[in-house]
């Protein structure tokens, strides 16, 4: 264990306790409107970030209201869109269970959804559409899960539902890991077994950017025409930041 991962990690203790502290006092002064849960959850997600030693580069222009898809990484994702633009997420039911992280989900006004259940994902998308009445976005991984990054895995169409039923803008993004020492994305991607506190771990050992672009904002008359565009959409994204550096790397 080096010094530098051992101070990231008191530094990530001291930051999410700071972070719920903020929460009760911002709810001692009054109640907590959504707006107001989702700007907690971009200070802290700021001050998370901070303590990993992750840096976010944003091109594009965030979205101030809609859905917002993107492609899916890790449990980091959450932190960098936050940190980027205040918004709402939806997000797994288990990850309501987990430490800290539920309780932390649940007061930044996380929509959760049971994947195993259709009754569930008609009741998600009722709420997906109130809130697109709302002036903050809403955010999903419509891959369902996370990936290694070597591809954008098909996107679920049913929770672009909502947008399309009311004609709410739509804008798709990408994320990309960017590693200090050249290596490879995939090292800090979270999928298949891989334990959380190892990864935990490992991202606190090794310093990156998180590179995160955002496309045009669309309305699509319906949920699959949607899913098709946004996810040839996020690739492109994905593929010209790669493309960038390679041309980068023969430049220099």
Known sequence: MTLRTAWRAVALGVSLALCFLRFWFGYLRGPMSLERRALWLQSSSRLILASLGIATHVEGRPPQRGLVVSNHLSYLDILIYSSV?????????????????????????????????????????????????????????????????????????????????????????????????????????????????????????????????????????????AAAATHEEVAALRASSMIEDVQLTGAE
Do not use: N
């Not at 205040?86 to 997000?91: E, G, H």
């Not at 309780?103 to 697109?132: M, N, P, W, Y």
């Not at 996107?155 to 039923?165: M, V, Y």
């Not at 990309?176 to 334990?195: H, I, K, M, N």
């Open 85 to 225: 633009m205040p918004c709402f997420f939806v997000s797994k039911l288990e990850i309501r269970s987990w430490p800290y992280f539920g309780k932390a989900a649940c007061a930044g006004g996380t929509i959760f959804i049971d994947r195993s259940s259709r009754a569930s994902a008609a009741i998600v998308a009722g709420q997906i559409k109130e809130r697109l009445a709302l002036p903050i976005p809403t955010l999903f991984f419509p891959e369902g899960t996370s990936s290694d990054g070597s591809q954008v895995l098909r996107f679920h169409a049913s929770l672009f539902e909502p947008a399309a039923t009311i004609g709410a803008p739509v804008t798709a993004a990408a994320v990309r890991y960017v590693l200090a020492d050249e290596r490879a994305e995939r090292e800090l991607c979270w999928f298949d077994d891989t334990v959380f506190v190892t990864h935990l771990w490992k991202a606190l050992s090794v310093g990156f950017t998180a590179e995160v672009r955002f496309g045009e904002t669309r309305v699509y008359a319906d949920r699959r025409s």
